[in-house]
T-cell receptor, first 113, second 114 residues
């Protein structure tokens, strides 16, 4: 059963516009959330994270929003650049003991020049 | 630091053969994770270790899969016998055992079972 869900397998955005990637989770014990970016033939690399005590975290062009009541988080990329084209994975961590990272299925972002 | 190192990068084997994937975590990281990437399930957690001890192996698909961590700097994932449906990219990741930190991934091993 998928505890972390990314319902959009792909997304295309024009260069310079905003990219919004969405993620839903089912486990209310998740307390820490992360986004990873993955290029072909490479391992996932950490992008940005957010603790459950916050509702927003910003790092340059990347902002993650968390809505705990809706069990939903999103990643905003503004402005989008062709180099942002990659697969983005949402992940959640259960901090009550196991500390394992649960990942979603990924969203392939394509930024069109 | 060299990061998480996985070997081999690519493995092609025949159905029924034993396959061993290897991982060297980042020095000082005491949590190690094995993931499998597939289209249907994304990054699927197979097993993870803390201080060399397996904590959760509920993601291991079946008895053909086994993992070991004999010391803090080495782990293996073994498939015996391998089947074509095992074909996937397998990732190893490591992290410190503490709150609010990320896991660091290796470059993966692409396994093809023919």
């Amino acid at each position: 059963d998928q505890q972390v869900k990314q319902n959009s397998p792909s997304l295309s955005v024009q260069e310079g516009r905003i990219s919004i990637l969405n993620c839903d989770y089912t486990n209310s014990m998740f307390d820490y959330f992360l986004w990873y970016k993955k290029y072909p033939a490479e391992g996932p690399t950490f992008l940005i994270s957010i603790s459950s005590i916050k509702d927003k975290n910003e790092d340059g062009r990347f902002t993650v929003f968390l809505n705990k009541s809706a069990k939903h988080l999103s990643l905003h990329i503004v402005p989008s650049q062709p180099g942002d084209s990659a697969v983005y994975f949402c992940a959640a961590r259960d901090l009550t003991g196991t500390y394992k990272y649960i990942f979603g299925t990924g969203t392939r972002l394509k930024v069109l020049a | 630091d060299a990061g998480v190192i996985q070997s081999p990068r690519h493995e092609v084997t025949e159905m029924g053969q034993e396959v061993t994937l290897r991982c060297k975590p980042i020095s000082g990281h005491n949590s190690l994770f094995w993931y499998r990437q597939t289209m249907m399930r994304g990054l699927e957690l197979l097993i993870y270790f803390n201080n060399n001890v397996p904590i959760d192996d509920s993601g291991m698909p079946e008895d053909r899969f086994s993992a070991k961590m004999p010391n803090a700097s080495f782990s293996t994932l073994k498939i015996q016998p391998s089947e074509p449906r095992d074909s996937a990219v397998y990732f190893c990741a490591s992290s410190p055992w503490k709150e609010n930190t990320e896991a660091f991934f290796g470059q993966g091993t692409r396994l093809t079972v023919v």
